[in-house]
Nanobody, 126 residues
Framework: QLQLVESGGDSVQSGGSLRLSCTTS????????IGWARQAPGKEREEVSC????????TYAESVKGRFTISRDYAQNTVYLQMNNLKPEDTAVYYC???????????????????WGRGTQVTVSS
């Protein structure tokens, strides 16, 4: 079991920004595609974004496109999720995970999220 650790969650007002971090001391993140997903109370987990091993390819859910940016810091062994213009509907527990399969089919896709972290809470108030 690979252990990922998320941090950076907080309570902010609508329109605010947060940067979430995903890291581990157990392995090198660059060896895997990494994804972010979120789960709001009473809702299914939603895959939000993922990034390829070399960082050259990314993908976003339609609900966050243009507001969220995923990136890697190789020196810090960290994957970030920069979240801008936050909305109340972004309120959820955010998780990072190893992506089991990624591929191109005209667009970059990520599948089989696994090795979930414990999550970090993001709360956006109106």
């Amino acid at each position: 079991q690979l252990q990922l650790v998320e941090s950076g969650g907080d309570s902010v007002q609508s329109g605010g920004s947060l940067r979430l971090s995903c890291t581990t001391s157990e392995f090198t993140l660059v060896a895997y595609p990494i994804g972010w997903a979120r789960q709001a109370p009473g809702k299914e987990r939603e895959e939000v974004s993922c990034i390829s091993t070399e960082g050259g390819a990314t993908t976003y859910a339609e609900s966050v496109k243009g507001r969220f940016t995923i990136s890697r810091d190789y020196a810090q062994n960290t994957v970030y999720l920069q979240m801008n213009n936050l909305k109340p509907e972004d309120t959820a527990v955010y998780y990072c995970a190893v992506v089991g399969r990624d591929y191109y089919n005209g667009t970059y896709y990520c599948e089989n999220y696994n090795q979930w972290g414990r999550g970090t809470q993001v709360t956006v108030s109106s």
